[in-house]
């Protein structure tokens, strides 16, 4: 609430079709200017108006503290700037000008993204079409003021598995050449997009099909004007894509065994090309593409390679990037068997950040013991909301639940994940909603935790569609789209494998499923298919394209997926038409080409509903079933973890196959109560978080009904076995034990957690 001002002060405006004067040094850093040009295309789009930019006088004066000499004209105090990173303090001065300060540029940059924000615009207005709305005036109160630091240091995306969409619309369409690559022009998009998001690190995409980075003319120039750091995957030391890179100037066997003078070279030449940039440097090695290293065959012989690799690394850095090593930044990732070596001893320098893992499917593996928290260097995170690989990929449809995401990287940062977050996002789309929810995070995640998801989720659609029709509508849609993309994501619904031997699970065949389920999951995905077809006629022409991109193609193609192979399922077994399942493939493809034909062309390419030409995206073929269809046996009771009759359940907004999933805390119990039981023992069968052990060590609870003694069990996972596997297809872990029960007329179903991250979805007694 802003208080009445007095004599003489002012607020902030700006008028449509009057010049915005800006006040800006010619000592502010590139990146500065970088966002006053994007904030004067957003100016020109709100208020058809143009920006004008000089030294001295403006009514915005924009300037980085340490640096620029215009603060001190203002005489506003900028002192809560000061020993802070990337921050920016934004108030309005008693004479109306605002001012828009950084404590560093970066922190200026996104001072300037923040008042682009305020004005209306969307991160998203040219990724997504979120054509910003015209505006007559726009101002802010005497008094107005935000302070904004952000929560992790490094934060950024991962362009990943581009083979299908980014590369192909970029190389093809947006940018064509000769080789396929993802340049310049297209970096500037994801640059600027990043910046909007208030993110400063980059993974490029790193397929063989595409032309790596640092090869492709002009990207180095472009991260160096939004200041960008340029990164690297765990395959990528020195920030060299070997998988790209070690064909075209690499010399011999990429082994630093047997042929150690060329790899060295190989790192060297690039670090002595991009030493004067801003760069976070991969330490490490493993194979070409993402196998284990060569000429090593033991642990202690991976170990004794990775030493003399990581000596060598930095050896490198101190002779071409700063004497003072230490304060280069640096990352090792250990990943797959690198981890193995990393937990036999391997020493990695204190100042490199260990950036961990989730398995692919957004349970995160190892949080840093209080030993890894303490280093120097700190913890990161590297995530996935897009994945290739075993058991299944989900390349296609960004359904990844924001409410998982939320709750795992609230964990990392609880426990110490804070230097680095990084999102393999794909292609970044259609995972946009997630994108954002994770930078959101990164930036500020006392704000996101403050609000919860739904809040959140719920705001970007009134900032991207209007206030009209989200609460009674869209949010209840997104809503139960990620939830049964929860129990089962699109991509997985033809009970297939990938990157298996066995050639069964190449075949599409029924999921374990009951008639009656099948039929109540086709209602469900039906009605939020018309809510979404019902709803596009009423938006204002300017959001129609964000909406086909953002809302209707995510929904309605996962609709038709289900009903592709849900249809085939119960046709299989006689109860259902073929035609049903074909029509759905066919509406597929029609909802696909509508995609790629927006905004007269612009998206051609981007949109694949076929990566990697999987079983699961051809059309099901007609055949007859060999067994019986499953017919599911109802419990006697059912209870939700947040159903207790006592206990103190840790709510997970959002979690679980009904959205009522809960933690127990460590040594502490939750109760069910039910009544008399007709038999002398129940299957109690209990449904959990897939999830990792937080100690690295296990994941037990123990079951107990009335006074029996409690008998205790144990669900972490090893690896890719084959039960992690099913546990992250169907997002749950089950277990089930027989338990005795006495005659009485109610009884008390007890289940209690021995170790820390213990989430408990669901209970049923049978």
Not at 138 to 156: H, I, M, N
Not at 208 to 227: D, I, M, S, Y
Not at 646 to 651: A, L, S
Request: hydrophobic share 40%; charged share 25%; aromatic share 10%.
């Amino acid at each position: 609430m802003f208080l009445m001002a007095p004599f003489g002060w002012a607020q902030f405006n700006l008028t449509s079709g009057k010049p915005v004067k800006v006040a800006c040094d010619g000592v502010e850093e590139r990146v500065v200017h970088t966002a006053l040009e994007l904030f004067s295309r957003d100016v020109e789009a709100v208020l058809s108006t143009s920006l004008e930019v000089n030294a001295k006088q403006g009514d915005i004066i924009v300037g980085t503290i340490g640096k620029s000499p215009l603060i001190a004209t203002t005489g506003a105090d900028v002192s809560v700037l000061e020993g802070k990173t990337q921050a920016f303090l934004l108030t309005v001065l008693p004479d109306g000008r605002l001012l828009v300060a950084g404590s560093d540029r970066h922190g200026t940059a996104y001072g300037i993204m923040e008042l682009s924000r305020l004005l209306g615009v969307s991160p998203w207005e040219w990724w997504a079409d979120v054509t910003p709305d015209k505006k007559t005036a726009f101002s802010l109160p005497f008094g107005f003021k935000t302070l904004q630091a952000p929560s992790v240091e490094y934060r950024g995306i991962f362009i990943n598995d581009e083979d299908w969409g980014l590369m192909p619309w970029s190389s093809r369409n947006y940018e064509p050449a000769d080789q396929q690559q993802i340049g310049p022009k297209t970096n500037r998009r994801i640059f600027e997009l990043l910046l909007r998001l208030r993110a400063n690190t980059y993974w490029p995409a790193m397929h063989e099909c595409t032309l790596p980075f640092f090869l492709t003319k002009g990207n180095r120039e472009v991260a160096a004007e939004f200041g960008i750091f340029i990164g690297s995957s765990h395959c990528e030391p020195m920030v060299c894509n070997a998988a790209g890179e070690w064909r075209r100037r690499g010399e011999g066997d990429y082994d630093y065994v047997n042929n150690s003078t060329s790899v060295y070279r190989f790192w060297e030449d690039r670090v002595k090309e991009v030493a004067g940039q801003d760069n976070i440097y991969t330490l490490g090695m493993r194979g070409v593409h993402d196998g284990k290293m060569q000429g090593a065959k033991t642990v202690d012989e991976h170990k004794a390679v990775l030493e003399r690799v990581l000596q060598d690394q930095r050896g490198l850095l101190a002779k071409y990037v700063d004497r003072e090593v230490t304060s280069i930044p640096q990352a090792f990732i250990p990943y797959k068997e690198v981890l193995d070596i990393y937990n036999a001893g391997l020493q990695i320098p204190d100042d490199a950040t260990l950036i961990w893992c989730d398995d692919n499917y957004g349970y995160i593996r190892h949080f840093p013991t209080p030993e890894e928290q303490a280093r120097k260097g700190g913890n990161g995170i590297y995530y996935h909301v897009s994945y290739w690989g075993r058991p299944h990929d989900y390349l296609w449809l960004g359904t990844f639940s924001p409410y998982l995401l939320y709750q795992q990287m609230k964990l990392a940062y609880d426990r110490g994940i804070r230097k680095m977050w990084i999102l393999n996002v794909g292609d970044i789309k259609p995972a946009e909603y997630q994108m954002e929810l994770f930078l959101d995070m990164a930036w500020n995640i006392e704000q996101v935790a403050e609000q919860g998801v739904t809040a959140h989720l719920k705001n970007w659609l009134v900032r991207e569609f209007g206030a009209a029709h989200v609460a009674e509508t869209l949010l209840p849609v997104m809503q139960e789209h990620y939830r049964l993309a929860y129990i089962r994501k699109p991509e997985f619904m033809g009970n297939t494998r990938e990157e298996e031997r066995d050639p069964i699970y190449k075949k599409v065949k029924d999921l374990p499923w009951s008639e009656q389920a099948i039929h109540e999951r086709l209602t469900k995905y039906a009605s939020l298919s018309s809510t979404v077809e019902a709803l596009e006629s009423q938006l204002p022409a300017n959001r129609k394209a964000a909406y086909m991109q953002l809302v209707k193609y995510p929904v309605q193609a996962a609709d038709q997926m289900n009903r592709k192979f849900l249809y085939a399922q119960l046709a299989r077994h006689g109860k259902a038409d073929w035609e049903q399942s074909d029509v759905a493939f066919d509406s597929i493809a029609s909802l696909t080409r509508r995609y790629n034909a927006l905004q007269n062309g612009k998206w051609i390419g981007m949109m694949d509903f076929q990566p990697r030409k999987l079983p699961v995206f051809r059309r099901v073929a007609h055949e007859t079933a060999a067994t019986p269809m499953v017919k599911e046996k109802s419990p006697v009771y059912k209870w939700n973890a947040v159903d207790c009759a006592t206990g103190t359940p840790v709510p997970c907004e959002g979690l679980g196959y009904e959205g009522k999933a809960a933690g127990i805390r460590k040594n502490t119990s939750l109760v069910f109560t039910f009544d008399d039981c007709k038999t002398d023992s129940v299957e109690v069968e209990v449904r959990l978080f897939p999830n990792h052990p937080l100690d690295g060590k296990q994941l037990r609870f123990t079951l107990s009904v009335d006074k029996s003694a409690p008998q205790t069990v144990s669900y972490e996972t090893k690896g890719r076995s084959e039960e992690w596997k099913e546990n992250v297809l169907r997002n749950q872990a089950i277990r089930k034990v027989k338990l005795p029960v006495s005659k009485r007329k109610s009884h008390k179903l007890v289940i209690k957690a021995l170790d820390e991250g213990v989430v408990l979805d669901q209970i049923m007694l049978f």
